[in-house]
């Protein structure tokens, strides 16, 4: 027998019969992954295990977050566990929420929990407008004031009481149906139900506990676990919060303050900021990474790390190394960042501003556009400089169509695209970045380091992202292309304004989110199907008993 062999008998020995307490002040979500690679190394074990998790983070989040025995005991389960996530594409974000969340599944659990995203209103709403809630919400969108009426009038007591009694009248059977459909491959409904929007909290509640309890209640009797994540930022309607789930996760402490004026107990809040795309979740490796707080806190810690996942590498011969959390370079610095816009087809060493209209081309991104080419092509002029603006206009084909017949000038290269699935690469190539006040794209940016020009948000929900982004230090708000152009020119051309306002906007980062929530909600997932393991087995131990002649 090699000798790696021998000693991995001996450590799965030693770890099957004595406690094991990890401690180490590395990020959570590294723990998620790197759990992984220790399970895939050394194989099977039943004996519980703990790991005690602490790192140095904001007053936002928790200094000290314990991991469940499940994290290990679930990754070595051969049975997988099933999670339908709830949403409406009322907004890009709450799918690429959604898709997050499950790209996070896969990465840290690999093959063990399928998910079931669904559109529970488009999908299973029985008439309009319950099932016309996505066009309805572009036109909204198009003209803030009916969003502004729409959502302040469902916000108070009465709108409050009126859709719940709507929803549960109309709504309570297809959805039903929708949450009883057999989930992944299996014969059975999900093992677990997460919400991502605001209006699948009460009903999903009411068919959980109706469902569990056999159709003997709508108020109680739920086992299911259920969480909810919430998809904004700076604020958020009252509907996302509902004291009867097992947790919901927020992102920031203006909505940790929400949850609990809703009656949410502060052991079922859990903050660690917004679920976002793949591409964010750690450190570039090219264009630049972050520099977050609880990586700051590891510094000089990345080298241990690195040492322990070769060890592991060379003496098990598995190198599955997909993700590395704490692999950092300063965002938006050095060689990366060239090369990457070489990859690009951008022209390097140039001051770049990013416009984004979102992925449905919304925001006046035309005059936009327009108004900061002009200003940088004159600056330019005066300066004697060289800019370069991006424009992504999403699906707005119209507007990359008369942006692209511009003549810009000669001291402004410019790029058009139109939807694009790499804003990860985008936002580390650019200096600054113009868009919406969208929850989503201002958490990615911060990863990215890049300061915000904010050019227009809804009422409500992003309202409050914009004093989220001033107080950061990070950026700020103006709905006026000009004073847009104004003030982006003016960062462009102060790079220690930009060196400041980039440390600010890394300060807020959270890039470890996705991972941590994924990882917790997994947790969930895993002791709830342990439990329903154990009582399993404790009915058919009954059974056999009954069965013995006595």
């Known amino acids: 027998m090699k000798f790696h062999d021998t000693f991995l008998s001996g450590l799965m020995t030693a770890l099957l019969f004595a406690p094991v307490e990890y401690t180490s002040a590395f990020s959570p979500h590294y723990h998620h992954h790197h759990q992984q690679q220790i399970i895939r190394s050394i194989g099977s074990s039943s004996r519980p295990l703990t790991i005690t998790t602490t790192c140095t983070v904001s007053q936002s989040i928790p200094a000290r977050v314990s991991c469940s025995t499940c994290l290990f005991a679930a990754a070595v389960n051969k049975e997988k ?101 057999a989930s992944g491959n299996t014969d059975g409904r999900a093992d677990m139900v997460v919400s991502v929007h605001p209006l ?47 947790k919901c996760f927020v992102p920031s402490d203006a909505l940790n303050r929400a949850a609990r004026d809703r009656n949410v107990l502060p052991e079922q809040i859990v903050q660690y900021g917004l679920p976002i795309r793949r591409g964010f979740w750690s450190s570039s490796s090219e264009g630049g990474g972050v520099k977050s707080s609880s990586s700051a806190a590891a510094a000089g810690g990345g080298g241990q790390k690195n040492f322990w996942e070769d060890w592991l590498a060379s003496m098990t011969g598995n190198n599955n190394n997909n993700i590395n959390p704490r692999k950092e370079t300063r965002s938006g610095s050095g060689a990366g960042k060239d090369k990457l816009r070489n990859t690009l087809g951008l022209k390097p060493n140039l001051p770049t501003v990013l416009i984004v209209g979102g992925g449905d081309g919304m925001g006046g991104i035309i005059p936009q556009a327009k108004a900061m080419g002009e200003k940088l092509s004159a600056k330019g002029a005066q300066d004697g400089k060289t800019y370069q603006m991006v424009v992504v206009c999403g699906n707005n084909q119209n507007a990359k169509q008369v942006l692209s017949s511009f003549d810009w000038g000669e001291n402004v290269n410019v790029v058009v695209n139109g939807f694009v699935n790499n804003m990860d690469e985008w936002m580390r190539s650019s200096d600054v970045i113009v868009t919406k006040a969208g929850p989503g794209t201002i958490a990615e940016a911060s990863i990215c380091g890049l300061p915000c020009m904010l050019s227009s948000y809804l009422p409500g929900q992003e309202e409050g992202n914009v004093p989220f982004v001033q107080e950061a230090g990070f950026g700020t708000y103006s709905g006026n292309p000009v004073t847009i152009a104004d003030t982006v020119s003016t960062w462009l051309s102060s790079p220690e304004m930009l ?41 058919k131990q009954i059974d056999t008993n009954e069965l013995v002649p006595q």
């Open 499 to 539: 060196s400041t306002m980039k440390e600010a906007a890394l300060a807020a980062a959270r890039p470890s989110a996705t991972l941590d929530i994924a990882g917790d909600l997994a947790t969930m997932l895993f002791d709830h199907k342990k439990k329903l393991a154990q009582t399993s087995s404790k009915s």
């Open 81 to 181: 566990g099933t999670i339908q996530i709830l949403m409406s594409d009322t907004g890009g974000g709450h799918r690429a929420s959604a898709n997050a969340l499950r790209d996070a599944f896969d990465e840290l659990y690999p093959g063990q929990i399928e998910v079931d995203i669904v559109d529970i209103f488009t999908d299973y709403g029985p008439f309009f407008p319950l099932n016309s809630f996505v066009p309805i919400y572009k036109i909204m969108a198009e003209y803030p004031i009916l969003w502004d009426i729409t959502y302040k009038s469902g916000a108070t007591p009465l709108g409050l009481w009126f859709n719940e009694l709507m929803l549960e009248i109309f709504c309570f059977e297809p959805f039903k149906e929708c949450m009883s459909r």
């Open 200 to 246: 699948t909290q009460d009903i999903p509640l009411k068919i959980l506990n109706y469902l569990d309890s056999e159709g003997k209640s709508r108020t109680q009797g739920r086992t299911t676990p259920f969480a909810t994540v919430v998809t904004d930022l700076g604020g958020a309607h009252p509907t996302w919060f509902n004291p009867g789930v097992d």
